[in-house]
């Protein structure tokens, strides 16, 4: 499965996962880790090619990340970008300089050399990505110039002879229109790989690896419905059928419906073959959270309750061999167990092991896929679409939708309100364009007018935003005729709410969440 192998090795760019995705796109395994990894451990994997990633440093500084010199000389393809292509250059005897005009931005990049491996089929002058302050002023013996710009005169360059090849731009980004192909020319063309990392036997083959791992061993789960842990929980339905169990806590802080929608799909009139544990604990995480309204203290006991919920009902099922976790490769990336950038962060997902449960081992089938790949997974595996797209949805739920304390009365209101926000925004065809859109209910009261009556109630705020990496956020254009048919439903099918509004603030310095 992975016996074609391109390394990724991270110098702390921000793009780097992006790379690692393009060279999964064209059908090639690929893994990150951090500049740090020794030159044997490389060796080892005996990599079809390797991609230096770009980074923040000046390769010419002392203390900045770099290489030994024999990577280049393992006979191993290498493509370094941006800092990547500046380092190969500095290392193996070319010059890199602070540049007198930065390049940012999308750039204009003629191809000088129309016969390279690399820019095959592509056109010149292309658009290409480009942000850097060094550059490559000379380049190293034995390589010629292959592109450049109207600012940069090393735009690439190649040594054919050894298969080095330097970028200064950013393929990996989609604001370089024909960089899928370049670094599609690069695995096949330059690393002479075939392209057989395919989904179907992706699942195929973990499926045969969790049966011979598992054995007769009895196998829990705790699924949220979410995409992740339902992906997870199929792949082992199909590998062991029901020597696996998945508990599923409904903390009464799902959207409308959800709890019975993952019902109909892994419970006893569902497709799959295994135990389904349902614990309905609505009541327990409400009284809990009776007179909290501190965001961070609600997250922190909604976390708490749901493993004393998920310890139960692991208690009642005794002993077992494995814990499965929903872990995708983001996480082992950004917990610094993969690449550079990620040392910096750490995730609950990777490392921790909970100690509430006994078992002897995690099995993690999801650990190697990026989020798009999870989902192919899903489809594959036949799960329903509506499942396998749903927008992210934080784990304390509606808890921190909700701002303020967390009443039953509450969650009711805003599982309406967004149920009738969903509704509409789908019918407008917005599912298909937004990347995450939900009500969410203010703490605010006022006075209204219904009927002849005086009212006072609730404001709902409606939220739609558009997210590449959920780092930052802009709120999304939604037409008025879809906000205001969502108001007048709202209003007139939601008691207790006599306003709805909608939040035009992007992150920063708003968050996506308003808890
Ligand atoms: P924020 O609100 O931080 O959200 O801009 C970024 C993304 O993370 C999700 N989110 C959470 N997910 N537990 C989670 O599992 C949380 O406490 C949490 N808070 C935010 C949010 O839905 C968005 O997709």
């Excluded at 760019?13 to 490389?42: F, P």
């Excluded at 006994?358 to 509506?386: C, N």
């Amino acid at each position: 499965m992975k016996n074609e192998l391109v390394i990724v090795l991270d110098f702390g760019g921000q793009y780097n996962q992006l790379v690692a995705r393009r060279v999964r796109e064209c059908n090639v395994y690929c893994e990150i880790y951090s500049y740090k990894t020794d030159i044997d451990k490389i060796k080892a994997m005996n990599p079809k090619g390797i991609i230096l990633t770009g980074g923040p440093n000046s390769c010419y500084e002392a203390d900045s990340p770099t290489y030994t010199k024999e990577l280049f000389e393992l006979g191993v393809p290498v493509l370094g970008l941006c800092y990547g292509a500046q380092l190969m250059m500095h290392v193996l005897g070319g010059e890199v300089k602070s540049a007198p005009v930065r390049e940012y931005g999308k750039t204009e990049v003629l191809v000088d050399k129309k016969s390279s491996l690399i820019f095959e089929n592509v056109s010149s002058p292309t658009i290409c990505w480009m942000s850097h302050f060094d550059y490559i002023s000379q380049t190293a013996p034995g390589f010629e110039i292959s592109a450049h710009t109207a600012d940069c005169p090393v735009a690439a360059a190649e040594d054919e002879a050894r298969n080095l090849y330097a970028i200064q731009f950013h393929p990996e980004v989609l604001h370089t229109v024909e960089g899928t192909k370049m670094i599609n020319n690069f695995v096949k063309n330059v690393c002479r790989c075939a392209g057989d990392w395919r989904m179907d036997s992706f699942v195929e083959n973990s499926i045969r690896a969790i049966r011979e791992k598992v054995g007769n061993g009895k196998v829990l789960c705790a699924l949220s419905g979410g995409v992740d842990s339902s992906v997870a929980a199929v792949m082992l339905s199909k590998a062991i059928g029901n020597q696996l169990t998945c508990v599923f806590v409904d903390h009464g802080l799902l959207r409308k419906n959800e709890g019975d929608e993952v019902e109909a799909v892994f419970g006893p009139k569902g497709a799959y073959d295994l135990n389904f544990i349902r614990v309905n604990a609505q009541e327990r995480f409400y009284e809990k959270l009776t007179g909290v309204s501190e965001p961070e203290n609600k997250r922190k006991i909604i976390g708490e309750e749901f493993i004393r919920v998920f310890e139960e009902e692991a208690k009642k099922i005794g002993a077992v061999d494995f814990l499965v976790q929903g872990t995708i490769y983001p996480d082992v990336v950004e917990s610094g167990l993969g690449g550079e950038s990620a040392v910096i962060k750490s995730h609950h997902n990777v490392g921790g092991l909970p100690d509430y449960v006994d078992f002897k081992e995690i099995i993690e089938p999801l650990r190697d896929l990026f989020k798009d790949e999870v989902r192919k997974a899903g489809l594959e595996m036949g799960l329903p679409e509506k499942l396998v797209f749903r927008q992210p949805f934080p784990g304390p739920g509606l808890g921190i939708r909700i701002i303020g304390e967390v009443t039953a009365e509450k969650v009711k209101i805003v599982q309406d309100a967004d149920a009738i926000y969903r509704e509409e925004m789908d019918a407008a065809g917005m599912n298909k364009t937004v990347g995450q859109y939900f009500a969410a209910l203010t703490n605010m009261r006022s006075v209204g007018v219904m009927g002849d009556e005086r009212t006072y109630d609730y404001a709902v705020a409606l939220r739609a935003v558009n997210t590449i990496d959920f780092m930052t956020a802009e709120a999304a254009e939604v037409p008025y005729a879809v906000l205001n048919k969502v108001m007048s439903r709202i209003i007139n099918e939601v008691k207790g709410v006599n306003r709805v509004m909608y939040d035009l603030t992007s992150k920063p310095p708003g968050t996506i969440e308003m808890e």
